[in-house]
T-cell receptor, first 115, second 114 residues
Framework: NAGVTQTPKFRVLKTGQSMTLLCAQDMNHEYMYWYRQDPGMGLRLIHYSVGEGTTAKGEVPDGYNVSRLKKQNFLLGLESAAPSQTSVYFCASSPPSRRYTDTQYFGPGTRLTVL | AQKVTQAQTEISVVEKEDVTLDCVYETRDTTYYLFWYKQPPSGELVFLIRRNSFDEQNEISGRYSWNFQKSTSSFNFTITASQVVDSAVYFC???????????FGTGTRLKVLA
């Protein structure tokens, strides 16, 4: 099993350009998440999904959109990139649990620089 | 409101020393979950442990041990006989009952010097 994979690993954009980050998991997990990591701020949740076809906003959703058309994939889009979106982006997935927050398994991250 | 505080921004120790990383949390949930993750220099996030709020037993796994105390809202992590390979950023996270979301602390960077 590959676990959680992210594409691409690195990307440099110019301000105003758009891009899509792809997250794929092969663990048959229901829940998927996108985080950004900035120095001194830990990880902050951007958007998440509790199942195919459903998405919800996290802590810092502005400037991002997401889609979950297939259970195994979770896409993060930047329509018009801004320098403030320079960050490391992590995708994670977890199995479903109605009672508690289950363990999240993370991808290797995507380092995005917006000039 | 939920919050996780890792007051130690960076810790440096010499190899073979013991080191404790502190994690203090705030939550109104009666049932919640606490996690520790390790982020080595390569950048990936590695799951270390999950504890639930109704099990205050301390846990030991090899050189790692965790001390969970509800009375002080703390979930501290100790590495015994530290090694250079332990050098990483360590994150503590809180998950509430019935939610799918974590609240992460800002991390503690541990440097183990040879």
């Amino acid at each position: 099993n590959a676990g959680v994979t992210q594409t691409p690993k690195f990307r440099v954009l110019k301000t105003g350009q758009s891009m899509t980050l792809l997250c794929a998991q092969d663990m048959n997990h229901e829940y998927m998440y996108w985080y950004r990591q900035d120095p001194g701020m830990g990880l902050r949740l951007i958007h998440y999904s509790v199942g195919e076809g459903t998405t919800a906003k996290g802590e810092v959703p502005d400037g991002y959109n997401v889609s979950r058309l297939k259970k195994q994939n979770f896409l993060l889009g930047l329509e018009s990139a801004a320098p403030s979106q320079t960050s490391v982006y992590f995708c994670a997935s977890s199995p479903p649990s109605r009672r508690y927050t289950d363990t999240q398994y993370f991808g290797p991250g995507t380092r995005l620089t917006v000039l | 409101a939920q919050k996780v505080t890792q007051a130690q921004t960076e810790i440096s120790v010499v190899e073979k020393e013991d080191v404790t990383l502190d994690c203090v949390y705030e939550t109104r949930d009666t049932t919640y979950y606490l996690f520790w993750y390790k982020q080595p220099p390569s950048g990936e996030l590695v799951f270390l442990i999950r504890r639930n709020s109704f099990d205050e037993q301390n846990e030991i796994s090899g050189r790692y041990s965790w001390n969970f105390q509800k009375s002080t809202s703390s979930f501290n992590f100790t590495i015994t006989a530290s090694q250079v390979v332990d050098s990483a950023v360590y994150f503590c996270a809180l998950g509430g009952s019935g939610t799918y979301k974590y609240i992460f602390g800002t991390g503690t960077r541990l440097k183990v010097l040879a």
